[in-house]
């Protein structure tokens, strides 16, 4: 009878690591970072990378509008002055998709907050913002847990 308890649990080991084998990995999440300032799209996209993300920049909406398609995020970090069309008629783009994603409103203006609230959207960061709180914030809007890699 032990002996088959223990042929039986060494069967299940074996299945459970096969079905693991045949599953994919978890899918990372998904973060589009929208500003024309190159040295923060740079610092920010590679925070999120080091935290275990999935990253693309872009600097201006049309490269937006191309990678909202192509990358289909689940979070953007959009700068509120971000050229040509602006951070309104983005939001508007977004909105029309058939997937959804989350909007986090970037900037240094002072009433980031009222902006927020006009555009729809739900959460926002100030300039200067720390890794910390980014962190913080994606952590809320993609329900996960966020932390660098060590």
Do not use: N, W
């Not at 308890?5 to 459970?16: D, H, W």
């Not at 986090?104 to 709180?133: C, H, M, N, W, Y």
């Amino acid at each position: 009878m032990e002996e088959t308890k223990q042929g039986s649990l060494t069967l299940a080991t074996e299945l459970r690591a096969e079905i693991k084998k045949a599953l994919p990995g978890p899918q990372k999440s998904r973060v589009l970072v929208l500003d024309d300032d190159e040295a923060i799209s740079m610092v920010v996209t590679e925070a999120l990378e080091m935290a275990g993300l999935e990253c693309r920049a872009c600097s201006t909406t049309s490269e937006g509008e191309k990678l909202l398609a192509s990358f289909e995020p689940h979070a953007i970090l959009l700068d509120y002055r971000i050229p040509e069309s602006g951070a309104k008629a983005f939001v508007d783009s977004a909105a029309a998709k058939p997937f959804k994603q989350s909007i986090i409103l970037v900037s240094a203006t002072e009433s980031i907050e009222t902006v927020t609230r006009d555009l729809g959207l739900s959460a926002f960061l100030r300039k200067p913002f720390s890794i910390d709180q980014l962190y913080e914030t994606l952590s809320r809007t993609l329900g996960v847990e966020l932390q660098e890699a060590v």
